[in-house]
């Protein structure tokens, strides 16, 4: 089982270096300025974290990059802990990035 804070480690190593949230639907970065609407982000990669016997440890790490080249994390908690503002996000983009997929 993978810590949270190694597989951290992993994706900043691999560029991912920024800490995603979530403000009014759109994706922000904390502590900077500039917020990103659904349509100009896409998910790269989803890790899932299982924390073992405790339900409320499981995390899902989304690996996100912006149309202005940005790339970083959002965590969402699973179960009962689960921020819906962000799952609501997290939707939307992949929602965007399947509408503008080739066919």
């Given amino acids: 089982m993978r810590e949270l804070a190694e597989v951290l480690e992993l994706v900043q190593r691999q560029g991912f270096k920024h800490s ?5 639907g759109s994706l922000s970065l904390a502590g900077e300025q500039g917020t990103w609407s659904p349509a100009q982000a896409r998910v790269m990669d989803v890790i899932s974290l299982d924390g073992g016997t405790d339900p409320g440890d499981d995390v899902t790490v989304y ?3 912006t149309d ?3 790339r970083g994390y959002l965590l969402i908690p ?3 802990h689960a921020d819906p503002g962000k799952a ?6 992949m929602a965007s990035q399947a509408a503008s997929a080739p066919d």
Wanted: hydrophobic share 55%; charged share 20%; glycine share 10%.
């Fill in 68 to 70: 202005s080249g940005i």
């Fill in 88 to 93: 609501a996000l997290v939707d939307a983009i």
């Fill in 78 to 80: 699973d179960s009962f």
């Fill in 63 to 65: 690996l996100l990059e």
């Fill in 20 to 24: 995603f949230g979530s403000e009014a």
